[in-house]
């Protein structure tokens, strides 16, 4: 075994945005071992000042290709919360449709062409596609039919056009909704396929584990697996939580590190972890029986804290997601959809929204004045909230896992990263705004 | 012919029975607020009182993008037809004038046929105006009633019922899809009669100050005009006007490939004289590079150009359409033209 | 005849234009029989400096980055910008609207002046460099994207629309946003979206930038003909205003 | 009852193919093709018309044809200028073009018969007009005097060289060149096309002009015709527009109400006079 380790991976590949990896090992002692974001920092709180309430989701749905949706989703959440505006249940449940799509997408493209080319030893997911042509071609069927899903209820895959402040512009009509749930209901069973193909690679996960803080949303009312709605939660809460929403900046603690553009968080202890394990840790007896099912297929157990079961949490969420979305389907349809109109007029208010990106927790608040143009914004990204716990991982995992080599190390801790799902160009966007009493 | 009449209810049927013929039906229907022509699923969607649609019908004749060919790349070309049965139900007269007119420039000269086998193929049912637009001028252009290019003739009577006349052999076909029905009285008749009479003074919501088949000698006198800068200087050469004229037929084509690199279509898709290179050549020349030049254009093929090549039928048929399309609202071919002719009867 | 070889690089931007690559799911394949992707970050392991097409996406926004697009340049036979962020600057121009130092304090507070965190004025990549052709977009349609290469692996010069999005908007039948009394760029924005924003009900705020030669000047007084105030256009120009192409 | 669909007509749009027979480069830009139709028939044309010339998959685009029917086979000459041109300039011997057409008017070779033919050619616009000198030259008796004066921008884009030069040489025909801008290699004319009109030595205003080249030169010559006394009927010009159908439908080509793919390219310059777009 090599007693010398130099890794330095500029630029990790397969995930979004730009990190690097950093460890020096010296006669078996580590002098450096860092996990560091010098993507380009873009400003978004500094740029969204003086534009108008509601162009705010437009705006920030660019800080991330990815989950623009949830960005989107986040921001009118907290324009409703300034403006003091209600939606109807309709938009809430077409809402809520909308943002599952996201979670299908980001999750399949996540662990079907991301991180499946690491469990079956390929450098991409172009070599897979003659290893494993039926399972790539069912991760391509449920990743297409997600875009869809997403297209159908926002106009667009990424960036959505119809989500505004107060409703929709623009929905879909009842036959729409009713192919879509036949579309639904036909990629359970190319899910259950692609589950059962991860399941047989499974052992390629690394066995590591380190106990740490995991925090997510929780509903209560109605209780649901949270994704979309609720308060904020943690699995270090011993009766001070759950905590609102308008408070996520005493949960979240930014601070800068000199190894990263994107800054750093912690709450209950020196880093926390978000994401779909998280909200498995904290949510899981809500799960739908599938989902249940695809868990339990892979032994995954609320209070995991193997960081590499974040994928097969993934998974389950996956199965959760098409589930109820065919039940909200269901439950609009035996309404009627019903064009409603949105009128909403400014006023001066200070609102925060959350909602469960696919890879974590993200909270938006904005502040805004009387004719509606935003003076202050602050945004906390779910990737960024995962940085210092990823170092964390690093600073166990790079002494249990020393005896793979240099080759082997660095695989493993590019495995590591890729499990976060780490999205860099979103992260890199956050601030601590003064706001202006 | 005869003329038949149909309660509300016998009429639904007979539309229905359309929708069950396995022919396409596209019928007006409404769409955020306004109407436009599409595929009809039921009876109950079709909107006899509709106004204006934002498109013509002439995306049915003239397909925004029409295949003409397919090919294999650097190689031969093979000859498409995209033409299929269908009922074009509703048409206003003015949309029916503007078909026609088509029809005579794609079928003089040079015979296109994947223009006229697409409306050879074409039940054309057009429909007497019931709710004039908000800005439609038909009466000043002649076009408000019709009494050709149309295979069925639809009026719809104050109390609902709907007069229906075949013109053609292929209309009496149409009406044999029709359940039960009764002849109309010389009342009826004399109640579509009104109609028109009314049409014809009533759809003028602009009125043109002269005779249509003035407009040509006017033009003659007009090429130099103040009013084309004037008007031109706000023009965002958008093309909006073009795309909604049911008279605009110009088209441009392109090559597209399919991912094999070997095999592809020739397509042609619509244009429009106002857009800015729609004139412009290799070495980046633009024969109409001025706004005012491309806006001068269009209004002199409605009143001039075109007629000279349709014999003398003005190439404007009143619709209103570009009035509304136009966001800088200077597409009014009637204050234009009325403009036109104040100076010349000053000068 | 070896395939053409094709590297993609990311810049500052949210990498929704490579996402809409990806989404091209099958048809990937058939580009990939096409070409060597010899570089992407976002999707492969793999990396190279031979390279004949090289696509950037994202603006530049650092001086190091400002040496990376040079390099890149030098290395490739022909250059495309991808999306709004790379072809025009996108939405971080919005950026430029304010002073840089104030910028960078309002986001990293006292910390703002930790080198790591130094940021220029946003620049499109042909500000840096020639830039052969542009996709624009925020996000690419991905049909285009696919059309542009197909285009260029046959030797063809990929027609980009030069004429403004109320053209496809009128195809796409829509009533028109200034018909509710709502501003909308259409008029003079490039087209090439197929109207996606107007016909979800949005109005278009101008992501794949001014045509060639757009009529700005009669926007003010085409304001005044529907009541609104040249102040209502003002936030509403080119991607909310930022300073790319003319402005009011 | 509906006729049309019983005559099953040939699409206007369908291009047959032809065969490259030989290929030349005439000097940096233009190519010159000799074309053979697959079919076997050659095409019926007279000098003055075009054809719509096809590569699948990248597109179609007007170009003149420069031979004259008295000989075999198409002869054209293409300019590299964008992406139709630059793929058509890759083409071998044997390379295969879609053809269409021929299209539009043509020179008045019936008209002009006993009288005086002055031809005025500004670069590439030598292309169309040689069709017509070449025509004219195999019916030799019909005609009166020959008088072709060649102006380009520069010595090296002059194109048939060899031909030209063997124009000189005839004793039945004038031939005068001029190039914009002096050059080494050249010891004639130096100047814009129109500093040979003073030099045509046949009574102008009884000859017929022929004129084709790029669109600023056409102002300038006829001025000099004007000076002349040429009479408006007695000009031809030949006029280059944006041009997609080729046969009347696409309205690109238009100028005021004429298209040029059907009334021209070649017009009587008398018949231009309420065409204000045209020069
Ligand atoms: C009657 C007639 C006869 C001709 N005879 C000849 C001849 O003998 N020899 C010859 O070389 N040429 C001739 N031409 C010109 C020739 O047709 C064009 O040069 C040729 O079609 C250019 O095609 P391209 O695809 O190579 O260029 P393109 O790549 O299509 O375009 C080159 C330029 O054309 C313009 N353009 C073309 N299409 C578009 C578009 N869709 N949108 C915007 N701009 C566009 C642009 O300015 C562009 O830069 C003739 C033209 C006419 C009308
Ligand atoms: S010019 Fe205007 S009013 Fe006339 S037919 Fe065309 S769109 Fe209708
Ligand atoms: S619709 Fe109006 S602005 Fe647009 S091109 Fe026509 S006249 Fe000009
Ligand atoms: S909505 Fe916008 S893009 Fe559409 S026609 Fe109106 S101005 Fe043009």
């Known amino acids: 075994m090599s007693k010398n380790i130099s890794i330095n991976v500029h630029h990790i590949t397969r995930v979004e945005g730009h990190g690097n990896i950093v460890v020096n090992v010296k006669n078996g002692t580590i002098e450096q071992c860092q996990w560091q974001v010098p993507e380009a920092p873009r400003f978004f709180e500094a740029m969204v000042r003086g534009r108008r309430f509601d162009d705010i989701q437009t705006i920030v749905s660019r800080i991330c290709g990815i989950c623009s949706i949830s960005h989107s989703f986040a921001a009118i959440k907290a324009v409703e919360d300034a403006l003091g505006l209600e939606i109807t249940e309709q938009a809430d449940k077409l809402r809520l449709l909308l943002h599952y799509s996201e979670i299908m997408q980001s999750h399949t493209l996540h662990v079907g062409y991301l991180v499946s080319p690491d469990l079956f030893g390929e450098k991409s997911v172009v070599p897979l596609v003659s290893k494993a042509p039926e399972i790539v071609k069912k991760i391509i069927k449920i990743h297409r039919v997600a875009n869809?899903?997403?297209?159908?209820?926002?106009?667009?895959?990424?960036?959505?056009?119809?989500?505004?402040?107060?409703?929709?512009?623009?929905?879909?009509?009842?036959?729409?909704?009713?192919?879509?749930?036949?579309?639904?209901?036909?990629?359970?069973?190319?899910?259950?396929?692609?589950?059962?193909?991860?399941?047989?690679?499974?052992?390629?996960?690394?066995?590591?584990?380190?106990?740490?803080?995991?925090?997510?949303?929780?509903?209560?009312?109605?209780?649901?697996?949270?994704?979309?709605?609720?308060?904020?939660?943690?699995?270090?809460?011993?009766?001070?939580?759950?905590?609102?929403?308008?408070?996520?900046?005493?949960?979240?603690?930014?601070?800068?590190?000199?190894?990263?553009?994107?800054?750093?968080?912690?709450?209950?202890?020196?880093?926390?972890?978000?994401?779909?394990?998280?909200?498995?840790?904290?949510?899981?007896?809500?799960?739908?029986?599938?989902?249940?099912?695809?868990?339990?297929?892979?032994?995954?157990?609320?209070?995991?804290?193997?960081?590499?079961?974040?994928?097969?949490?993934?998974?389950?969420?996956?199965?959760?997601?098409?589930?109820?979305?065919?039940?909200?389907?269901?439950?609009?349809?035996?309404?009627?959809?019903?064009?409603?109109?949105?009128?909403?007029?400014?006023?001066?208010?200070?609102?925060?929204?959350?909602?469960?990106?696919?890879?974590?927790?993200?909270?938006?608040?904005?502040?805004?004045?009387?004719?509606?143009?935003?003076?202050?914004?602050?945004?906390?990204?779910?990737?960024?909230?995962?940085?210092?716990?990823?170092?964390?991982?690093?600073?166990?995992?790079?002494?249990?896992?020393?005896?793979?080599?240099?080759?082997?190390?660095?695989?493993?801790?590019?495995?590591?990263?890729?499990?976060?799902?780490?999205?860099?160009?979103?992260?890199?966007?956050?601030?601590?705004?003064?706001?202006?009493? | 012919m005869s003329v038949l009449k149909f309660t509300r209810e016998q009429f639904e049927n007979f539309?229905?029975?359309?929708?069950?013929?396995?022919?396409?039906?596209?019928?007006?229907?409404?769409?955020?607020?306004?109407?436009?022509?599409?595929?009809?699923?039921?009876?109950?969607?079709?909107?006899?009182?509709?106004?204006?649609?934002?498109?013509?019908?002439?995306?049915?004749?003239?397909?925004?993008?029409?295949?003409?060919?397919?090919?294999?790349?650097?190689?031969?070309?093979?000859?498409?037809?995209?033409?299929?049965?269908?009922i074009l139900l509703g048409v206003h007269p003015y949309d029916v004038a503007a078909i026609s007119q088509m029809d005579e420039l794609f079928s003089q000269d040079q015979y296109d046929k994947h223009y006229m086998d697409r409306r050879c193929k074409m039940t054309i049912v057009a429909l007497d105006v019931v709710t004039p637009s908000e800005n439609v001028f038909a009466s000043s252009m002649g076009t408000a009633t019709v009494r050709k290019g149309y295979d069925l003739l639809l009026t719809v009577l104050k109390d609902g019922s709907v007069l229906a006349e075949a013109a053609t052999e292929k209309g009496q076909q149409l009406l044999k899809l029709a359940g039960s029905s009764t002849p109309a009285s010389e009342a009826d008749l004399s109640a579509r009669k009104a109609i028109w009479e009314s049409n014809e003074k009533n759809l003028d919501k602009h009125v043109l100050k002269c005779k249509p088949s003035y407009l040509p000698k006017l033009l003659d006198h007009s090429y130099e005009h103040a009013v084309w800068e004037e008007m031109a200087r706000l023009c965002y050469s958008c093309g909006s006007c073009n795309q909604v004229c049911p008279t605009c037929y110009c088209f441009d084509v392109q090559d597209f490939v399919n991912w094999d690199l070997k095999t592809g279509r020739r397509q042609r898709c619509w244009d429009g004289c106002l857009l800015e290179n729609f004139a412009t050549v290799a070495g980046n020349h633009n024969f109409r590079k001025d706004r005012a030049a491309r806006y001068r254009h269009r209004l002199y093929r409605k009143g001039k150009y075109v007629p000279g090549k349709i014999g003398g039928q003005i190439a404007c048929v009143g619709c209103g359409r570009c009035i509304t399309a136009c966001t800088a609202k200077i597409a009014n071919p009637v204050e234009v033209y009325n403009r036109l002719m104040e100076d010349t009867e000053l000068g | 005849?070896?395939?053409?070889?094709?590297?993609?690089?990311?810049?500052?931007?949210?990498?929704?234009?490579?996402?809409?690559?990806?989404?091209?799911?099958?048809?990937?394949?058939?580009?990939?029989?096409?070409?060597?992707?010899?570089?992407?970050?976002?999707?492969?392991?793999?990396?190279?400096?031979?390279?004949?097409?090289?696509?950037?996406?994202?603006?530049?926004?650092?001086?190091?980055?400002?040496?990376?697009?040079?390099?890149?340049?030098?290395?490739?036979?022909?250059?495309?910008?991808?999306?709004?962020?790379?072809?025009?600057?996108?939405?971080?121009?919005?950026?430029?609207?304010?002073?840089?130092?104030?910028?960078?304090?309002?986001?990293?507070?006292?910390?703002?002046?930790?080198?790591?965190?130094?940021?220029?004025?946003?620049?499109?990549?042909?500000?840096?460099?020639?830039?052969?052709?542009?996709?624009?977009?925020?996000?690419?349609?991905?049909?285009?994207?696919?059309?542009?290469?197909?285009?260029?692996?046959?030797?063809?010069?990929?027609?980009?629309?030069?004429?403004?999005?109320?053209?496809?908007?009128?195809?796409?039948?829509?009533?028109?946003?200034?018909?509710?009394?709502?501003t909308c760029l259409g008029p003079i924005i490039r087209a090439g979206c197929g109207a996606r924003c107007p016909t979800a009900g949005f109005r278009c705020f101008g992501c794949r930038g001014y045509v060639d030669n757009p009529n700005v000047e009669a926007a003010r007084e085409v304001m005044a003909k529907y009541n609104l105030t040249e102040e209502d256009l003002k936030t509403r120009m080119v991607l909310f205003g930022s300073k790319q192409g003319p402005t009011l | 009852m509906c006729e049309c669909c019983n005559n099953h007509k040939n699409d206007i749009y369908l291009p047959q193919l032809a065969t490259i027979t030989k290929r030349r480069m005439l000097n940096g830009t233009e190519l010159y093709l000799h074309l053979e139709m697959d079919s076997g028939k050659d095409l019926?044309?007279?000098?003055?018309?075009?054809?719509?010339?096809?590569?699948?998959?990248?597109?179609?685009?007007?170009?003149?044809?420069?031979?004259?029917?008295?000989?075999?086979?198409?002869?054209?000459?293409?300019?590299?200028?964008?992406?139709?041109?630059?793929?058509?300039?890759?083409?071998?011997?044997?390379?295969?073009?879609?053809?269409?057409?021929?299209?539009?008017?043509?020179?008045?070779?019936?008209?002009?018969?006993?009288?005086?033919?002055?031809?005025?050619?500004?670069?590439?616009?030598?292309?169309?007009?040689?069709?017509?000198?070449?025509?004219?030259?195999?019916?030799?008796?019909?005609?009166?005097?020959?008088?072709?004066?060649?102006?380009?921008?520069?010595?090296?884009?002059?194109?048939?060289?060899?031909?030209?030069?063997?124009?000189?040489?005839?004793?039945?025909?004038?031939?005068?060149?001029?190039?914009?801008?002096?050059?080494?290699?050249?010891?004639?004319?130096?100047?814009?096309?129109?500093?040979?009109?003073?030099?045509?030595?046949?009574?102008?205003?009884?000859?017929?002009?022929?004129?084709?080249?790029?669109?600023?030169?056409?102002?300038?010559?006829?001025?000099?015709?004007?000076?002349?006394?040429?009479?408006?009927?007695?000009?031809?010009?030949?006029?280059?527009?944006?041009?997609?159908?080729?046969?009347?439908?696409?309205?690109?080509?238009?100028?005021?109400?004429?298209?040029?793919?059907?009334?021209?390219?070649?017009?009587?310059?008398?018949?231009?006079?309420?065409?204000?777009?045209?020069?």
Not at chain 1, 325 to 347: C, F, H, Y
Not at chain 3, 76 to 93: R, S
């Open chain 1, 148 to 437: 869809q899903w997403s297209e159908l209820l926002a106009g667009r895959i990424t960036h959505p056009i119809t989500v505004i402040p107060g409703g929709f512009s623009m929905i879909p009509s009842e036959q729409q909704l009713k192919d879509l749930k036949k579309q639904l209901e036909e990629i359970v069973p190319d899910l259950a396929a692609v589950c059962e193909a991860v399941l047989s690679v499974a052992d390629k996960f690394p066995a590591f584990e380190r106990e740490t803080e995991y925090i997510s949303l929780k509903q209560d009312n109605p209780p649901l697996y949270a994704l979309f709605h609720g308060d904020i939660t943690s699995t270090d809460c011993n009766g001070d939580g759950p905590v609102p929403v308008r408070e996520w900046e005493r949960v979240a603690n930014e601070y800068v590190t000199p190894q990263s553009t994107a800054k750093w968080t912690r709450w209950h202890r020196d880093a926390f972890a978000v994401g779909a394990l998280a909200r498995f840790n904290n949510n899981a007896e809500l799960l739908s029986p599938l989902a249940k099912k695809v868990a339990d297929m892979f032994g995954l157990k609320k209070g995991n804290c193997n960081p590499f079961m974040n994928s097969v949490a993934q998974l389950a969420e996956c199965a959760f997601v098409v589930e109820n979305a065919i039940q909200t389907i269901d439950a609009l349809l035996s309404k009627g959809l019903k064009q409603e109109k949105v009128k909403v007029s400014p006023r001066a208010g200070r609102g925060s929204g959350c909602v469960e990106a696919p890879r974590g927790i993200l909270f938006h608040t904005y502040e805004f004045n009387k004719n509606g143009e935003c003076v202050a914004a602050n945004i906390c990204i779910p990737t960024n909230q995962n940085h210092a716990n990823i170092q964390k991982d690093f600073e166990k995992f790079v002494p249990e896992f020393m005896h793979l080599g240099e080759d082997g190390l660095r695989h493993g801790m590019e495995m590591l990263v890729r499990a976060y799902d780490p999205c860099i160009s979103c992260s890199t966007h956050m601030l601590n705004v003064t706001f202006v009493k």
């Open chain 3, 1 to 182: 005849m070896s395939k053409p070889r094709v590297a993609i690089f990311d810049f500052a931007c949210c990498e929704g234009c490579q996402l809409q690559i990806v989404n091209l799911e099958e048809e990937i394949l058939d580009l990939i029989n096409l070409v060597d992707v010899v570089e992407w970050r976002e999707a492969m392991s793999e990396q190279s400096h031979d390279y004949d097409i090289a696509i950037i996406e994202g603006s530049i926004t650092r001086p190091e980055d400002e040496k990376r697009v040079l390099l890149i340049r030098s290395r490739a036979k022909i250059l495309i910008a991808l999306g709004a962020c790379a072809a025009t600057g996108g939405v971080n121009k919005l950026k430029n609207n304010f002073d840089m130092k104030e910028v960078r304090q309002c986001v990293y507070g006292k910390d703002a002046d930790l080198p790591h965190l130094d940021t220029y004025p946003t620049k499109a990549v042909d500000e840096i460099v020639e830039v052969d052709y542009k996709i624009h977009g925020c996000p690419i349609e991905n049909s285009e994207f696919a059309r542009v290469i197909r285009a260029l692996l046959l030797g063809k010069r990929p027609m980009v629309p030069d004429y403004p999005v109320c053209v496809e908007c009128k195809a796409k039948e829509n009533v028109c946003r200034w018909e509710y009394g709502e």
């Open chain 4, 44 to 279: 019926e044309y007279s000098p003055g018309q075009f054809v719509e010339v096809s590569v699948a998959g990248i597109g179609e685009g007007p170009i003149s044809i420069s031979s004259s029917p008295t000989q075999k086979g198409l002869e054209l000459v293409i300019r590299n200028v964008g992406s139709l041109t630059r793929v058509i300039h890759k083409l071998e011997v044997g390379g295969k073009l879609g053809i269409r057409g021929p299209y539009g008017s043509t020179y008045p070779v019936e008209q002009a018969k006993g009288k005086d033919l002055v031809f005025i050619c500004g670069g590439i616009g030598l292309v169309p007009q040689r069709s017509f000198i070449r025509y004219a030259l195999d019916h030799r008796n019909d005609y009166g005097k020959i008088i072709v004066l060649i102006g380009t921008k520069c010595y090296t884009m002059r194109l048939f060289r060899e031909e030209i030069a063997l124009w000189q040489q005839r004793k039945d025909m004038t031939v005068m060149e001029t190039i914009d801008e002096a050059h080494d290699c050249w010891d004639g004319n130096v100047g814009v096309v129109t500093t040979l009109i003073p030099k045509i030595e046949s009574d102008l205003p009884s000859s017929l002009v022929m004129i084709c080249g790029p669109p600023v030169m056409y102002k300038f010559v006829l001025m000099a015709l004007a000076e002349a006394e040429v009479p408006e009927d007695r000009i031809y010009v030949n006029l280059e527009r944006r041009m997609k159908c080729g046969v009347g439908k696409c309205g690109h080509c238009q100028i005021n109400e004429k298209y040029v793919c059907q009334e021209g390219p070649v017009f009587r310059y008398s018949d231009l006079a309420l065409v204000p777009e045209a020069i």
């Open chain 2, 15 to 86: 539309v229905s029975a359309m929708v069950k013929s396995g022919q396409s039906v596209m019928a007006p229907q409404a769409k955020n607020g306004r109407f436009a022509f599409g595929p009809l699923q039921s009876a109950a969607d079709l909107r006899l009182d509709y106004d204006v649609t934002i498109l013509p019908p002439k995306k049915y004749v003239l397909p925004q993008t029409q295949t003409l060919l397919e090919f294999e790349v650097g190689g031969a070309f093979r000859s498409v037809d995209s033409s299929q049965p269908m």
